[in-house]
């Protein structure tokens, strides 16, 4: 391989301009495609697969209105007064003109919404106070049916005592005609005591009517009681109603979308898809009409759901670190053309990588991440590649070498272990692939394509403009020091090679100060937590970190990340029990922990799907929130066996848990890979089992003691002022597993420079220790600068405008920091320092089977050198 790319140098360099032009080509290709039929970025994150995912897949068949994309709108006074009348009107006016836009399903008016909410609650207490008016009345009533019965019953009486002397009259006149008339009494006598009859016989016809009516009279109230207890039971009915509806308000009781004060309010904009294929020009169309609505006094600000977008990959953190690395590269070559040759082409290799990316996204979802970790890789690994490179170059002409001859030389020796290294951090990213999470594995293969084309420019391109700008790589003074005594070999040995570095002098005190900074930095390690940025870590002077700051003090931190609950029912629920329903679920999940509101959102056109808001009391980022997740999925069990329903939750907060949660599983697994795959490349590199470990080990050092300072940072709040950090929290989910594969490809890279000169001077005849100290004079200087590129530029990113970058870019340059300058300077040679000669032990077996890579090209040096 070292001829192979010997011969590319050589030819780079013969043919410059066509190399360069073809380069060029490539370049304002890849662009044009890019202009052309450049695809669309996602703001974002989705995983096939987690349970939040799969509500949304299924609502979308059967529920596409609560599978819905959506985003909040707050509303408020720029002197801190409450919403007048004629705000009102403009806030409805400017939702109006939203609700009209291309994507939009919905945007209700936030004081139409309280208005409802304040008349339900009225009509509510009325109809408490209907049942209490209906209550008095039937008890008003059934006194009066008591008292009129009892004077119908008191009548009876009279009635009969009444009917009984007229009875008894009757039959006292009857025996005093008998007798008269058996007497022979006169005519006369006896026709006037006959005459009395007719006054007793109309006597007993009034009693008889009136028995009838006091009769009537029973009946009457018998009906009445009746009606009375009809009364009663709907009262009833309607009093469980009412308690249902109480049940309901109090479940919605601390749910509102105007401010108490009334000077914030709270909007809810809708979409017409779900949140993984919302566009960026939607979502961007919703916030241009609400900013340039005619809304005089009223500020408008906007949640992150409305406002994550990739306006531009590079910002003002990421230049300056690009300059930064342009002044190291300075310092170490001497030369402006030197310094800014890197730079140029690691742009270069950029720009076509970033292109390729896009014009990728045509054909291939991905998220706006995506190209970033490329542009942060392309650069970095691009300047150092083409370092290494020149580095060589500079060192053989300072020995003498010929120009043509030394940029073939620097390519087919430091550029083959450009190319190998370039090969490791390929597989590591690749390898991402491998967590069978969708986006990973794509930032993985869209950073592995940055990768290879970082390689081939430094290897084709950088041979061509060493060609052009000749001896001007070395300063003038470098210039008129060359040698020309045909001794190469002995002036391309480094300065001092034989004096002992601090490392080999005091190896154990080096050893226990590595591990110790190493531990140190990683006891934060054991209490990380993963998830996604809310609003509340975007810049305080943000659009999003101002809406989540006032709905956390209007309204309460959980309205920022409500909890969307779905409820399935195995058949269609009737109109007249679906009240109840609603009541025993939203009862159900306002008696979980750590729940401040619910409210019973929708209902689906078939009748099956119940959809309900769940409030949390804290913020979304929150332990107890994540609980709050799986307290809500609990009641799937308790439904399944009582209701044969369903339970499931989606949302952004659910979403963000459960990608954390699948992130968290497959970590073990990705990291056990990248550490199998780190000792079998360097088994195969440096023919030793020691060596291979303590670069393992020092890895797994490098990534616990990285991920200790991005918590501590980014999760526990230290230095939160000086990093942009307004809202510690969770640490970004995807960070731990692109910090491995990242560092991992960076490690080997270190490793392999700085550990390949030792081993090429132990082959041929110098200690265990000599070699150390020739490996490290060797190489100490260029990965030196080579790490402080790489942290220049990484730093850059942790300044950066994307708010989910700044975590990666920190994490990267502490990664380097800790990789470069503790683990591989000073604790990998003082370890094998102590072993000695043990470290370059290989079984004479395994020795056999290996082939023979010669990463350093050694070979290809012996041979042109002599």
């Keep these: 391989m070292a001829s192979l790319l010997y011969k590319l140098g050589i030819f780079s360099a013969r043919r410059a301009w066509l190399v360069l032009g073809a380069w060029l080509l490539i370049l304002a290709t890849s662009v044009a495609l890019m202009l052309t039929a450049g695809g669309k970025l996602s703001s974002s994150i989705s995983i096939d697969g987690v349970p939040s995912q799969n509500v949304i897949d299924q609502l979308q068949k059967t529920f596409p209105e609560a599978s819905r994309a959506s985003g909040q709108v707050v509303f408020h006074k720029t002197d801190g007064a409450e919403f007048t009348a004629a705000d009102e009107v403009a806030i409805a006016k400017a939702l109006a003109d939203v609700k009209l836009l291309t994507g939009v399903s919905d945007a209700?008016?936030?004081?139409?919404?309280?208005?409802?909410?304040?008349?339900?609650?009225?009509?509510?207490?009325?109809?408490?106070?209907?049942?209490?008016?209906?209550?008095?009345?039937?008890?008003?009533?059934?006194?009066?049916?008591?008292?009129?019965?009892?004077?119908?019953?008191?009548?009876?009486?009279?009635?009969?005592?009444?009917?009984?002397?007229?009875?008894?009259?009757?039959?006292?006149?009857?025996?005093?005609?008998?007798?008269?008339?058996?007497?022979?009494?006169?005519k006369q006598q006896i026709d006037a005591m006959i005459a009395n009859r007719a006054p007793i016989a109309g006597g007993l016809a009034q009693i008889a009517a009136q028995r009838q009516k006091i009769l009537d009279g029973q009946a009457q109230l018998v009906t009445a009681a009746a009606k009375l207890v009809t009364a009663q039971a709907d009262l009833d009915a309607a009093k469980l109603k009412l308690q249902d509806a109480d049940k309901l308000l109090a479940a919605t009781k601390e749910f509102s979308t105007v401010s108490k004060d009334k000077t914030v309010a709270l909007a809810t904009v809708q979409f017409t898809v779900p949140n993984n294929q919302l566009e960026e020009p939607i979502r961007q169309g919703v916030v241009d009409s609400l900013t340039n609505a005619s809304l005089l006094g009223i500020q408008v600000d906007f949640s992150q759901e409305l406002t994550r977008s990739l306006s531009s990959i590079l910002g003002v953190g990421e230049v300056v670190g690009l300059a930064i690395a342009a002044v190291v590269l300075f310092v170490m070559l001497g030369t402006l053309i030197g310094a800014g040759m890197p730079v140029i082409l690691a742009i270069i290799g950029v720009g076509i990588s970033a292109s390729i990316t896009m014009v990728l996204a045509s054909v291939i979802d991905m998220t706006s991440t995506t190209p970033v970790l490329g542009v942060m890789l392309g650069l970095a690994v691009g300047i150092d590649y083409a370092l290494f490179i020149l580095n060589r170059h500079r060192r053989q002409l300072k020995a003498g070498v010929e120009l043509r001859e030394s940029i073939g030389l620097a390519t087919g020796t430091s550029g083959n272990a450009v190319f190998f290294a370039g090969i490791t951090v390929i597989i590591a990213l690749a390898a991402l692939n491998l967590t069978g999470i969708g986006f990973v594995g794509l930032m993985g293969s869209m950073g592995s394509i940055s990768i290879a084309i970082a390689v081939l420019?430094?290897?084709?391109?950088?041979?061509?403009?060493?060609?052009?700008?000749?001896?001007?790589?070395?300063?003038?003074?470098?210039?008129?020091?060359?040698?020309?005594?045909?001794?190469?070999?002995?002036?391309?040995q480094p300065k001092n090679a034989n004096k002992p570095v601090f490392v080999n002098k005091h190896p154990w005190i080096s050893a226990f100060a590595a591990i110790a900074v190493l531990v140190i930095a990683a006891l934060p390690f054991s209490s990380m937590r993963l998830g996604l940025p809310d609003g509340g870590a975007e810049p305080k002077d943000s659009s999003p970190n101002r809406a989540y700051v006032l709905i956390s003090d209007k309204f309460g931190e959980g309205f920022n990340g409500q909890i969307s609950t779905v409820v399935t029912m195995p058949s269609a629920v009737a109109l007249d029990d679906q009240t109840a329903l609603q009541t025993r679920i939203a009862t159900d999940l306002f008696s979980l922990p750590n729940v401040v509101a619910v409210v019973p959102a929708a209902v689906s056109d078939d009748n099956k799907t119940f959809l309900f808001q769940v409030v949390p009391a804290v913020k979304p980022s929150s332990v107890e929130t994540e609980k709050l997740v799986f307290d809500v999925r609990d009641l799937d069990a308790k439904y399944a066996s009582e209701m044969d329903a369903s339970v499931g939750v989606t949302g952004l907060t659910a979403a963000n848990i459960d990608i954390s949660q699948k992130i968290s599983s497959v970590l073990p697994l990705y990291l056990g890979v990248v550490l199998a795959l780190s000792l079998l490349l360097l088994i195969l590199v440096f023919r030793s089992i020691l060596v291979p470990l303590l670069a393992a080990g020092g890895f797994l050092l490098t990534v616990f003691a990285t991920m200790g300072t991005v918590v501590a940072v980014y999760q526990w709040g230290w230095l939160a002022d000086i990093f942009g950090v307004p809202n510690p929290g969770p640490i970004l989910s995807f960070l731990p597993i692109f910090l491995i594969g990242i560092l991992f490809g960076l490690a080997m890279d270190y490793q392999l420079f700085l550990v390949s000169g030792m081993r090429e001077a132990f082959t041929h005849g110098k200690s265990a220790k000599d070699s150390i100290n020739y490996g490290m004079h060797l190489s100490r200087a260029v990965v030196i600068a080579a790490a402080l590129i790489m942290i220049t530029v990484f730093g850059g990113f942790a300044f950066s405008h994307l708010t989910m970058i700044r975590?990666?870019?920190?994490?990267?340059?502490?990664?380097?920091?800790?990789?470069?300058?503790?683990?591989?300077?000073?604790?990998?040679?003082?370890?094998?320092?102590?072993?000695?000669?043990?470290?370059?032990?290989?079984?004479?077996?395994?020795?056999?089977?290996?082939?023979?890579?010669?990463?350093?090209?050694?070979?290809?040096?012996?041979?042109?050198?002599?």
């Excluded at 990664?815 to 370059?840: E, K, Y």
């Excluded at 077996?845 to 042109?864: C, F, M, Q, S, Y």
């Design 108 to 186: 209700r008016d936030p004081f139409n919404i309280e208005t409802e909410i304040q008349d339900r609650r009225a009509e509510v207490a009325k109809g408490w106070q209907d049942i209490t008016d209906g209550e008095k009345k039937i008890a008003d009533g059934k006194v009066s049916i008591a008292t009129n019965k009892a004077k119908l019953a008191d009548g009876l009486v009279k009635l009969d005592a009444a009917q009984t002397k007229l009875e008894a009259q009757s039959a006292q006149l009857e025996a005093g005609i008998k007798q008269a008339q058996a007497a022979g009494a006169p």
């Design 457 to 492: 420019i430094a290897i084709t391109a950088t041979p061509a403009v060493l060609r052009l700008i000749g001896m001007k790589v070395l300063s003038k003074k470098e210039r008129a020091l060359v040698s020309h005594d045909g001794h190469l070999e002995e002036h391309m």
């Design 807 to 866: 975590p990666v870019g920190f994490g990267l340059a502490v990664g380097v920091i800790f990789d470069a300058f503790v683990v591989r300077l000073v604790l990998v040679p003082a370890a094998m320092t102590i072993f000695g000669n043990a470290a370059w032990w290989l079984p004479k077996w395994l020795d056999r089977i290996l082939p023979d890579v010669d990463v350093e090209g050694a070979k290809l040096e012996r041979e042109h050198l002599h």
